[in-house]
């Protein structure tokens, strides 16, 4: 039987990484790489600069695909405050070129949005709460979300909290946590910033079964409302790293290009009614620093 053909954007970044090995078990995957290379045998990639609008349009009619996963991004925000332009040709005019190109083949597209699209100040967040983003990077993930889905009926905007874990392709903030603590150095981590964090690997699997339901918006967080400091709490233990690196800070104490929202835990229940079902964070840790050498 021939397989479906499924296009991933973003294949070459943390979360690309875990999409294409997850969705490689049902799927023919093809993944848009930009300045960087897919590091998972079988996953065809694709060369593409999203920006550009011909480029993106002959990829897409010429692979016609089944579906598509839409997870590239300028994916930092303090880099979307500090690079506006880029972050508006990346984060929002490459996604609504898509989602017409898509819309025109009438396939579902995934798109990878964030839980700031809030502001932090009225947690947890449903689906249907009010989008109040307070950086640029928030601004563009909604404009992306709305015109997206004006464009592509079968747009399905997946709402993802904050993700860990040791992909191959990027590295994220999980990795400087460790070496920080491995090294002995004193890590500083915020007590007011809360998140709903899942694995990469958890993550991907939400986004699949999104994909498979198709509603036109899911969120999919963790089961567990947790700061960085925290967060960070936990690591050591797991590192058997002394707690006492760790250093209790404020948002308000480190100056940051994008303002940063307090706590945009998010109520993933639908997803979990869907059959999500997240790993304590504490497992998911265990699960990464059992088969990984970081
Ligand atoms: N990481 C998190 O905790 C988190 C939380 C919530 C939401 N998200 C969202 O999840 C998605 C994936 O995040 P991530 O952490 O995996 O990001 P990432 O590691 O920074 O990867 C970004 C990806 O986007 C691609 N890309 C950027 N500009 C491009 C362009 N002009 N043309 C083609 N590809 C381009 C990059 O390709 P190259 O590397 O080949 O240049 C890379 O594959 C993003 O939409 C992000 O906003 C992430």
């Known amino acids: 039987m021939t397989r479906k053909k499924l296009f991933i954007t973003g294949a070459s970044g943390f979360l690309g990484w875990y999409l294409c090995k997850a969705a490689q078990l049902d799927w023919d995957v093809y993944g848009a790489v930009n300045r960087n290379a897919i590091d998972c045998p079988g996953i065809a990639a694709l060369p593409i600069d999203l920006t550009d609008r011909d480029?993106?349009?002959?990829?897409?009619?010429?692979?016609?695909p089944d579906a598509v996963i839409h997870a590239a991004a300028l994916s930092r925000p303090n880099d979307c405050q500090m690079n506006p332009d880029e972050s508006f040709a990346v984060n929002v005019r490459a996604s609504l070129n898509l989602a017409e190109y898509c819309g025109a083949l009438e396939i579902p597209c995934a798109f990878i949005s964030t839980d700031q699209v809030f502001d932090g100040s009225n947690p947890p967040y449903a689906e249907t709460?009010?989008?109040a983003p307070v950086n640029l990077y928030g601004e563009h993930?909604?404009?992306?979300?709305?015109?997206m889905s004006a464009r592509n009926p079968k747009t399905i905007v997946c709402r993802m909290p904050l993700m860990f874990g040791v992909s191959p392709h990027a590295q994220i903030f999980l990795q400087s946590f460790v070496s920080t603590?491995?090294?002995?150095?004193?890590?500083?981590?915020?007590?007011?910033?809360?998140?709903?964090?899942?694995?990469?690997?958890?993550?991907?699997?939400?986004i699949l079964l999104a994909l498979r339901e198709g509603p036109s918006c899911l969120h999919l967080g963790g089961t567990e409302r947790i700061s960085r400091y925290n967060f960070g709490k936990m690591l050591a233990k797991i590192l058997n790293c002394s707690e006492q690196l760790l250093q209790a800070c404020q948002q308000a104490d480190i100056r940051m290009a994008a303002p940063r929202p307090a706590d945009v835990s998010l109520d993933?229940?639908?997803?979990?009614?869907?059959?999500y079902s997240p790993s304590s964070v504490e497992a998911e840790l265990r699960q990464i620093f059992s088969t990984s050498t970081t």
Request: charged share 20%; no cysteine; aromatic share 4%.
């Open 129 to 131: 709460a009010p989008v």
């Open 268 to 275: 993933s229940s639908l997803a979990f009614k869907l059959g």
């Open 55 to 64: 480029a993106l349009r002959d990829s897409i009619q010429n692979l016609r």
């Open 141 to 147: 993930k909604v404009m992306a979300e709305e015109g």
């Open 181 to 206: 603590l491995q090294a002995g150095q004193p890590l500083k981590l915020f007590t007011d910033e809360v998140r709903t964090p899942v694995s990469g690997q958890t993550a991907a699997q939400g």
